[in-house]
């Protein structure tokens, strides 16, 4: 490769983070926070440049950056960019009335800085899709998983494991975006969806079919972050 092709992948990865992708769900806001901006502008330099300030923030926060999924037989990845919090054993949500069979749980807390957009954990036929309205406690407390608004999605892989993954809208997060449906196949690393503005993203595995890859307090990257690889 030569040196004028190193500057191409250079300036484009430059433009890439300058000018990111926006995801389909925050065209027409970031387009209206950014009207609103420059007719107060127009106003006030004061209230302009606040209203600025807020629009690029929304433009940053819907932000969709393509992402590289690993290849792999097995593998399960994260859905959701953010912290991994601590993983608990439990069974599935009870609405889903699945019975008592043991999982463990992964739970991925998004703060207002990370990307959004949610991806698919695993490969699959969707089997069930629910969506709960509840509560807005702070997404980082046990108590999100059953109390805060949420939407449910239980997937059937071709393995015959059945995973679900649940998005939670936090304190801040009033909003959530899926576009999955009963019946749809869905592709691990795809998107399906978001949650606006500070949430929190939980995975259910069957127990000891997994052997898990990540550490609470590790960092998660939505789409390529493995989570737990399938045991043979």
Aim: charged content about 25%; aromatic content about 10%.
């Amino acid at each position: 490769m030569n040196k004028k092709d190193n500057e191409q992948k250079v300036d484009t990865s430059i433009k890439s983070f300058l000018l990111p992708k926006i995801s389909a769900e925050g065209i027409v806001i970031v387009a209206v926070f950014f009207a609103i901006a420059f007719f107060l502008l127009l106003l006030s330099d004061v209230v302009g440049m606040f209203a600025m300030i807020i629009a690029l923030f929304a433009f940053y926060f819907f932000r969709d950056p393509e992402r590289f999924t690993p290849e792999g037989e097995g593998l399960v990845i994260s859905p959701a960019d953010g912290i991994l919090l601590p993983l608990h054993e439990t069974s599935l949500p009870e609405e889903l009335n699945m019975g008592d069979e043991q999982y463990v749980k992964f739970s991925i807390f998004m703060s207002v800085f990370n990307v959004h957009v949610n991806r698919n954990p695993v490969s699959g036929v969707v089997l069930k899709t629910l969506y709960i309205a509840g509560k807005f406690f702070n997404a980082d407390l046990d108590k999100a998983s059953k109390d805060n608004e949420r939407n449910l999605v239980l997937v059937e892989t071709k393995d015959g494991d059945k995973v679900c993954y649940v998005q939670i809208a936090g304190l801040v997060a009033r909003r959530i975006v899926s576009r999955l449906q009963k019946g749809d196949e869905v592709e691990q690393g795809k998107r399906f969806g978001l949650i606006k503005f500070g949430s929190r993203l939980d995975v259910y595995l069957p127990k000891d079919k997994y052997d898990i890859k990540v550490k609470p307090g590790q960092v998660m990257v939505s789409g390529e972050t493995v989570l737990a690889v399938r045991k043979k």
